[in-house]
């Protein structure tokens, strides 16, 4: 739990915005260290696409910051540090109940937009 809070710190601190937080996100995703994925290639795609788009973001945004983009891109290692059972209790138990996230993300990314809007209108009820 020390590690997550030092890290979150260490971004509070970055005060990022919300365009750089998702291409960090999408960095960190589309990963192909991954242990289980099939298309690394495909995979590398992405995450070299994601950091294009988050240099350009950066570069274009806060040019006078020339070490912007290093000092984001230097924290996610981090995350590397932390433990997927510490962070996945931590995140997920209280939602899910006693089942390993890896085993339901796959069913979140086929779920259709409407399917997930309507599980959202009926949880809210």
Do not use: W
């Given at each position: 739990i020390w590690k997550m809070q030092e890290f979150c710190n260490s971004m509070a601190n970055l005060?990022?915005?919300s365009y750089e937080y998702a291409y960090l996100?999408?960095?960190?995703?589309?990963?192909?260290?991954?242990?289980?994925?099939?298309?690394?290639?495909?995979?590398?795609r992405f995450q070299e696409?994601?950091?294009m788009e988050l240099?350009?973001?950066?570069?274009?945004?806060?040019?006078?910051?020339?070490?912007r983009l290093s000092r984001l891109l230097l924290r996610?290692?981090?995350?590397?540090?932390?433990s997927a059972a510490i962070t996945e209790e931590l995140f997920f138990a209280g939602l899910i109940g006693n089942v390993q996230i890896d085993s339901i993300i796959p069913y979140i990314l086929k779920?259709?937009?409407a399917d997930y809007n309507s599980q959202i209108v009926s949880s809210s009820l």
């Open positions: 005060c990022l915005d996100k999408a960095i960190v995703l589309f990963s192909p260290d991954h242990p289980g994925i099939d298309n690394t290639l495909q995979i590398e696409k994601a950091y240099q350009d973001y950066v570069t274009r945004t806060y040019p006078e910051d020339t070490y996610l290692p981090a995350l590397r540090l932390m779920m259709e937009t």
